[in-house]
């Protein structure tokens, strides 16, 4: 179905939006692709925070320009379907990567994060990156290590100048 010029519009801008608040970019080769597999892949990007549109290469050029997502305006060939990840970064990547282990058809691209053009082939990096409570969660641990290991080191002291007596009141008994 042909849109008209207001639609097209439409789309850019709803797409324009998207891409200036997106943390990154995956576009897929989807040729092939069942109507079920996309409706699935739809439903678990919606759970991610992923949008997921497919559109014209040229709509979809337009729509990035003036975003960090411009460098990718000439690797858009072929039938594409976009995933901006927008509450964390790995979320296009995951979605991509589990949704293409079991729909050969489905390929990563192009591979966009923080204004750098990548190649599709980092789509695996992408989706290897901590959520946000992962990556808190690790903060946390960083940031508890010091005081631990602090309270070992006293507890060491304290053993060895009670241990000094404890073994030989041990072995007089």
């Known amino acids: 179905m042909a849109l008209n010029l207001s639609q097209k519009q439409e789309v850019v801008a709803e797409l324009a939006a998207v891409a200036a608040k997106a943390h990154s970019l995956v576009a897929a080769e989807y040729a092939g692709t069942t109507v079920e597999q996309m409706t699935a892949m739809r439903k678990k990007a919606r759970e991610s925070g992923v949008f997921l549109k497919v ?10 320009v003036g975003t960090e997502f411009e460098v990718v305006k000439d690797a858009l060939t072929g039938p594409l379907l976009y995933a901006f990840s927008t509450e964390e970064p790995g979320a296009a990547g995951r979605l991509i990567k589990e949704f293409a282990k079991s729909n050969d058809k489905l390929k990563a691209k192009v591979v966009s994060v923080e204004g750098k053009l990548l190649p599709a082939a980092h ?37 060895k100048q009670s241990g000094g007596e404890a073994p030989a009141e041990a072995a007089s008994a």
């Open 55 to 64: 559109v014209k290469n040229t709509l979809a050029s337009r729509a990035v």
């Open 123 to 159: 789509v695996d990096v992408l989706a290897s990156l901590p959520t946000r409570e992962e990556a808190l969660a690790m903060l946390a641990r960083v940031l508890a290590e010091p005081a631990a290991m602090f309270a070992r080191a006293v507890k060491a002291v304290a053993d």
